[in-house]
């Protein structure tokens, strides 16, 4: 999920590329040294994971994680997202670098909120466990699809149309990256349960 | 995995000091995003062309990269022309298609365009540890880098293992569908691999500490830069600076 390079308009790109400095931060200052390789290589397996593309119908779909990456790293996912799409812009040219910041803070943020509204939630049962990362995952992703539209919006009026078809094309693989994020938090919780915190 | 495919080549760009190559880029990124009209975003994109004939990458990868970004473009074209609201219209069959709206749709286009050929030929001609490296020398914080040349080296590493996990999951005559069952094997198999993450992971910072980590890599090579790079910067801001003058 990008906006490309030269579609935004300045004050956007301004306002994204400020709120990432802050969560960045914040992130970079929460993980201590002994937790320097943690995040790395968890973010090291978003990236493997995000090329995974999963049957949806007749197309597929890539997963995106944002909601995963925030219920195990909290703040952390700030780094963890930006330095994936740093690597993306040099690697494969997907997103860019002026769009970074836009792009870093419309991902990362839910997923920080997904690790404060739900985290509570996987130290249940089972079933309320995959509730959890079900809303966990699957808002993470609205809220990043809605964040990347109203971008879009505030650019230029004329863009509601394609922000709207954006936000709604975003809808049904948000329910699947809820599925698959409630059976991870659900499989974690069985085999690593410290890992939930 | 085969991951970074435009730098390999000798040209000057894929030899020239990746701190100045990510000064120069992040200067011409910014003043092309923040361009309007056609005319500047032009000069930008024909700048851009030119770095194009000094690195000589390879063209049929760069047209399958060029037609990826564009997806967002198209996306753009299909609705911009006829939702804008300018005055004046050209009539196309049933279709009123605005003036300014094709305006704006091809400003983006040309910046789009030109950010991404500057990205390739001034980025993507350097190793990622070579660009982790430079971003060390032009002060990014020291554990972000960490973070990142942590994360960048580990990608192979983790990559191997899901393919270990999918070889594994085939033998078993797993097929994806739109199932629930694919859904939660895909689920098992992230799972897997972060299980994988965090054991490797402790077994790294065991190793760094041994080695006297202290949060961060120290520098130990240090990069040199030519007279032909610093003209090559120098050439660079000029060009930005007649085109700024010219807008």
Known sequence: MHISEGVLSVPVLVS?????????????????????????????????????????????????????????????????????????????????????????????????????????????????????????????????????????????????????????????????????????????????????? | MHLEEFSEGSSFLHKADPRLKILVFVLFSVLCATASGIKTPLFYFFYSLTLLLIAKVKIRLLFSRLIVANFFIAFVWFFIPTGYSGNSYIILGPLKLSYEGLNYALSITIKCNAIILATITLLSTSSVFSLAHAMLHLKVPKKLVTVFFLFYRYITVIHEEYLKIKIAASLRGFVPRTTLHTYKTYAYIIGGMLIKSYEKAEEIYKAMLCRGFRGYFPLFEHFHIRKSDIIFSIVSIVVFILIWVKS
């Open chain 1, 16 to 197: 994204g590329a400020v709120l990432s400095v802050v969560g960045l931060t914040i992130g970079l200052h929460k993980i201590k040294n002994e937790n320097i390789p943690k995040v790395a290589i968890l973010s090291s397996a978003f990236f493997i994971a995000s090329l995974i593309h999963i049957p949806l119908g007749p197309a597929s779909a890539h997963l995106v994680l944002n909601g995963l990456v925030g219920i195990l790293l909290g703040w952390a996912a700030f780094p963890s997202i930006f330095i994936a799409l740093l690597l993306q812009t040099v690697l494969f040219q997907f997103g860019g670098f002026t769009t970074l910041g836009i792009n870093t803070f419309s991902m990362a943020m839910p997923g920080v909120f997904s690790y404060y509204i739900f985290r509570g939630l996987l130290h249940r049962g089972k079933n309320i466990v995959f509730l959890g990362g079900f809303l966990g995952g699957a808002l993470a992703l609205v809220v990043a699809a809605a964040f990347i539209s109203l971008a879009l919006v505030i650019t230029e009026k004329s863009f509601t149309a394609v922000a709207g078809t954006f936000f709604i094309m975003h809808l049904p693989v948000s329910i699947i990256e809820g599925i698959i994020t409630g059976f991870v938090v659900v499989y974690l919780k069985k085999v690593k349960p410290e890992a939930l915190g």
